[in-house]
């Protein structure tokens, strides 16, 4: 049955509150996961530019000794080219982590403020500890 009015909208920022929320944290995993797995593409690059001559040519002693232009200009084109197999790896180990942790299924749909009697979607999947139980592989977060 369908909620008052001052309820659904009470329940409607709850259910938003709680998506953003949700939303927030698949947002900051996915930051950690790629700033963790990128960290190799990001120190090579940022040596490059640093050492280079046109770019911004550091004083540092190791780019007056190890790194000349020929080799600042290698270790920027080497960033880049290894930076789309490191997306990649980054990407699938958050999808593989996701999909374990069930974090999209955290997700409410907005009938869940609309009317009375919708129950939490992972409540009815057995909670978060079902994977303990004999995790149904056949779960979609999108159904």
Known sequence: ???????????SLMVITMNSLVF???LLLMFVIFTVVLLPTIVVVYF???CHSRVLHSAAR???S???????SALIILGFVIMSPLIVVAMAIYCSLA???RLFMCFQPYSRAVYKGVKWRWYEEGGFCSCAKGCNTQVKAWV
């Open 48 to 50: 490059g530019f640093q």
């Open 66 to 72: 190890i790194l000349d232009d020929n080799s600042s």
């Open 62 to 64: 190791y780019c007056r």
């Open 1 to 11: 049955e369908p909620r008052s009015a001052w309820c659904c909208l009470a329940w």
């Open 99 to 101: 999909r374990h942790l």
């Open 24 to 26: 927030l944290m698949n």
